[in-house]
């Protein structure tokens, strides 16, 4: 399916398209200052190779889309199709959207973002979710004025260990995870 869409902003015109092998490179660096951008843990060097069998397998796991302005990538939006136990169905998580700091407020963000919901919708799915920093105000009034609506959650991460590594243990008891004596919270809905 090719979404491809021209784009016209203040300092030029672009193209929103689907990622291409050669672009992750350029896309790993994006990855990068937007790791350092939100706080978080550096991406692997070797992102870009990495990427490369997820979003180019004959069944990808995820797409990516880049913002292409003159052959030169200046965003992305990464999202997969995940399924929600409490409606049953399948929805489109947008894992990422980033546009590089000196093009922000030309419109790329929404040109990303309308391509990951046309993207969405042509994989028959109702709903794209996501989630931000709580202090990224910019972020969050650029999702509102999309007329996306916010939900108040906390988000998790649990390291794994390699296959067959000892499991951590609960903070709460001292029991191993996954030993049975050990329960995560409630059911969530992303």
């Not at 692997?44 to 292409?68: H, I, N, Q, S, Y």
């Not at 296959?163 to 919270?185: E, F, L, V």
Request: with cysteine; net charge negative; hydrophobic share 40%.
């Amino acid at each position: 399916m090719d979404n491809s869409a021209s784009f016209a902003g203040p300092r030029g015109t672009g193209t929103v398209r689907p990622a291409e092998p050669h672009d992750l490179p350029a896309v790993a660096a994006l990855c990068t200052d937007h790791a350092a951008f939100e706080r978080s843990a550096p991406v692997p060097a070797d992102l870009a190779t990495r990427l490369a069998p997820v979003l180019f397998a004959e069944e990808p796991g995820a797409w990516c889309l880049v913002a292409d302005r003159g052959g030169e990538v200046i965003g992305y939006a990464t999202w997969s199709l995940e399924f929600s136990t409490w409606r049953a169905g399948v929805y489109a998580h947008m894992d990422c959207l980033f546009v590089a700091e000196s093009y922000r407020g030309e419109g790329w963000g929404r040109a990303l973002l309308d391509a990951v919901r046309r993207d969405a919708q042509g994989h028959g799915v109702r709903e794209v979710q996501w989630q931000t920093p709580e202090w990224n105000a910019d972020a969050i009034g650029f999702y509102r004025r999309a007329g996306a609506r916010g939900a108040a959650k906390v988000r998790f991460s649990l390291a794994l260990g390699p296959p067959g590594a000892q499991q951590p243990q609960s903070p709460a008891t001292g029991a191993a995870r996954g030993s049975g004596s050990w329960r995560a919270g409630p059911c969530q809905d992303s």
